[in-house]
């Protein structure tokens, strides 16, 4: 990583780029539903791509990576689920409590349709694999997902209160097993478990 | 359904929000890559704004959801997997064999990264449910996920060609036992296996 990333202030580009990924995330779900006539959703395509020409005159090849602050912290900004500055991340902010219990409460909206009105099913795979990988991680000392394996009880609604939890249900060696749900205000909508790996060397 | 929207030529909307989701693609991936400079950012930012108040003239609420054509065909622009309107979807397209086989073949870019440089295992799975899914599905006669489970082989590159696949290994009644792969040039990445249920009554 070259030395002028380590002296990158984050916490002035998050009031920088947070807000742009706040931004897009609406466009995404306004874009999906908009009953807007022809002229005005061309209209509408010519502002988007003059902002991405202006955003794209000092571009990062590949992908924004996981950068290490000065303090050590990771950030992993472009994050699928969790990235501040990734639109297609809800994104979900995941809550560690001292027992071990890992947690989020979130909202799917448009974007995250499978059947009519409700969240796809490979939506909840990806958050519960990310919530029961949550379990697993330690600083500077990832996991990666070796099994995971879901169970639908009942499809889970788009547009209403959601919740994911899970927590270590044993440890062996390299490997974490855990277990979790995810579920809405009437109980659990999917179950989960997986076995995640923390690879002998750092992978980054 | 009302009736108006029977009578929606749908190829017609097909050539106006195309483009704007491809537009919005592309937006998504230059904001998380972009190191313009603050005031670049803000000044994309107030046109993404404008677009998205434009777009939001006449909104249809909550999400995309399944319509059906005058022919009958299903039309779920809003899925996030293969989704013509969903800017989060890739999209994919699914191919389906005289054998059964289901295949689509495309390259995920940094918004769909988890490890650094890494597709998120979530990823996988999201796109193996609906690779699988669709070994059950039947016009009109939608399949939904049971269980589903993953295996981990490697990691999955970003901004590489990669394919996923299945085929149906056997049904039981309303249940369709599916088997599957994500792999890049190199070989699998992710291996599963899932039971698609179809409901006794339409969903819809």
């Not at 395509?45 to 902002?51: E, G, L, V, Y």
């Not at 000065?70 to 994050?79: C, E, L, S």
């Not at 902010?93 to 909202?107: A, N, T, Y």
Request: with cysteine.
């Amino acid at each position: 990583m070259p030395d002028h990333e380590l002296c990158v202030d984050h916490s002035r580009l998050e009031s920088v780029y947070g807000p742009l990924a706040g931004s897009i995330r609406r466009l995404i779900d306004v874009s999906i539903r908009s009953e807007a006539d022809p002229a005005t959703v061309a209209a509408a395509k010519s502002q988007i791509d003059r902002a991405a020409d202006e955003l794209s005159g000092a571009l990062r090849p590949g992908s924004f990576g996981v950068r290490r602050t000065p303090d050590g912290q990771n950030i992993a900004w472009g994050n699928v689920v969790v990235g501040l500055r990734n639109p297609v991340a809800p994104p979900l902010v995941i809550h560690h409590e001292p027992d071990g219990l890992v947690w989020s409460e979130f909202v799917l909206g448009a974007a995250y349709e499978g059947p009519a009105e409700h969240v796809h099913g490979g939506v909840c795979a990806l958050i519960l694999d990310h919530v029961l990988g949550a379990t697993a991680h330690r600083p500077g000392r990832p996991a990666y997902t070796g099994t995971l394996t879901l169970r639908y009880r009942r499809r889970t609604p788009l547009g209403r209160p959601l919740r994911a939890q899970a927590h270590v249900e044993r440890t062996e060696g390299a490997k974490t097993f855990a277990v979790g749900s995810l579920g809405d205000e009437h109980g659990v909508t999917v179950e989960a478990e997986g076995i995640f790996i923390h690879p002998k060397q750092p992978l980054e």
